[in-house]
């Protein structure tokens, strides 16, 4: 079939479309919401690329998606609610990852506590604080070090 600007109408291989949103954004049908989901379904749904999935699951122990032969990975709703908060911790609130690992280490992304948010204007850095005194240290000894070598050569 097509329309009066000859486009074809319906849905995919020429099945008709009856213009309802039973029907996702790749022609699938849409799932219960107690259904488990392919990583392919997730990443579309989350916006989210399946290998930032699959990365978060080496760092985040909680995320455990069922696998079945092949390694095909089925996501539980459980499952998919979490990535949700990761990603909103993450992407949104400015947490890090080792911040998001402390939350869920300390239960602070339980369901029946609030998402934690941080104030505005004050993403947490701490790995960023705990490497810039790092590198002051070693700039200190760095710069002892040369002292010691200056003086070294001006008794030579």
Known sequence: M???T???TGGPMGTPDNGTEAEGLRGRPRKAPTAFRTISEVAD???????VLRFW???FPQLKPLKRGGGRRYYRPEDIALLKRISDLLYTQGYTIKGVQRLLRE???DESN???ELPL???E????DAAAVALREALETLEGLALELRALTRRN
Request: proline share 17%; glycine share 14%.
């Open 107 to 109: 239960g602070g992304l």
């Open 6 to 8: 000859g486009a074809p």
């Open 57 to 59: 699951e080496t760092k």
């Open 2 to 4: 097509s329309d009066e």
């Open 121 to 123: 204007g004050e993403p």
């Open 114 to 116: 609030p998402m934690p």
């Open 125 to 128: 850095h701490e790995d960023e």
């Open 45 to 51: 749904d989350l916006q989210i690329p399946q290998h």
